[in-house]
């Protein structure tokens, strides 16, 4: 009887020892696996935060690219406006009128525009104030009906220009020619009324011509052999 009670200890002791064994084993696992699924998780995570920097240092390495093209073609685009001046531009400014003044301009686009002859040594230039005779050198001629100015070469072959400026860009242009009938008396057969006739025809006739602006090189060339009176 002892016998068999100390072997129902013994079996109970030794199934104790075993679910223990068991039981320890069951914890070990588990720890295990925990640990490997927060392995698992921590490399999972990395690999994901891996994954998003390089995609954040792709995406910012292609802006960073792109700008830079961009920076690149502005630079380039800016280079090329610099380095393609115009020449006509550059010269037009170098040929400023700026330094001349409002009649200088005036007269010198006037002859530009109708002198007889545009190869002159000098440009001289007379004001000629209302009620000036049109041929000074008759005591009997037809006076002028306003300020006019006229423009002449140095030489009978450059010829006149006589006229008025109306302040819009046109002038009024008289007919006067540079030479009239060598003086008074007039010559022989030249009728003294059909002088006074021309001179009415020229004073009621007048022309009305729009000023051209001309070219700069070419009005700086005359205002530099302007002679005014």
Partial sequence: ?????????????????????????????????????????????????????????????STSEDTSQEDAKESSSEESKS????PADENEENLSLDDYSSKEIEYARVWSQLGPNQEIDELNVQLISAGSPLDPDDENSLTYPEDVVQLRGSRIVDGIVTYSGNGDGTINVYNVPLRWYGGFPPPEGIDKEEIQKEMEDIITNTKLVNVDTGDNEEIIEIINKMNSQ
């Fill in 1 to 61: 009887m002892k016998k068999q009670v100390k072997l129902f200890y013994c079996h109970m002791s030794l199934l104790l020892f075993i679910l223990l064994l068991a039981g320890c084993s069951d914890n070990t696992n588990a720890k295990s696996n925990a640990a490997e699924n927060d392995a698992t998780l921590s490399t999972e995570e990395t690999t994901e935060v891996e994954e998003g920097n390089q995609a954040n240092e792709a995406s910012s390495s």
């Fill in 83 to 86: 380095g393609d001046s115009n």
